[in-house]
Nanobody, 120 residues
Framework: QVQVVESGGDLVQPGGSLNISCVVS????????VAWYRQALGKQRDLVAA???????DFITVPKGRFTIFRDSAKNTVYLEMNNLRPEDTAVYYC??????????????WGQGTQVTVSS
């Protein structure tokens, strides 16, 4: 069974930095495109950053330079590096990833989310 688990969320001060991660475990053939979304309290879930299966950054909604998405394929892990955090970045951050469960059979997975709070 495949599991997708985010971690690293924390309380940070404005201007601070934080790295959150998304680890995929279990039995699968390969990983495809991945994205980070965030959902603030009472708001819809929004796309933050996406990375194609060939490690090209396809789409970033947060201004480039503050957030960076990257993956470590050997560890089946995707990271979101966040710098110069602002109170409006406060949200639950979710990992979404395409996983080839069996040869030719792809499925879309969500993690359970990790809370990032930016406050003084």
């Amino acid at each position: 069974q495949v599991q997708v688990v985010e971690s690293g969320g924390d309380l940070v001060q404005p201007g601070g930095s934080l790295n959150i991660s998304c680890v995929v475990s279990g039995s699968f053939v390969s990983l495809g495109a991945v994205a980070w979304y965030r959902q603030a309290l009472g708001k819809q879930r929004d796309l933050v950053a996406a990375l194609g299966s060939r490690e090209t950054t396809d789409f970033i909604t947060v201004p480039k330079g503050r957030f960076t998405i990257f993956r470590d394929s050997a560890k089946n892990t995707v990271y979101l590096e966040m710098n110069n955090l602002r109170p409006e970045d406060t949200a639950v951050y979710y990992c979404n990833i395409q996983i080839q469960e069996h040869l030719g059979n792809w499925a879309n997975y969500w993690g359970q989310g990790t809370q990032v709070t930016v406050s003084s």
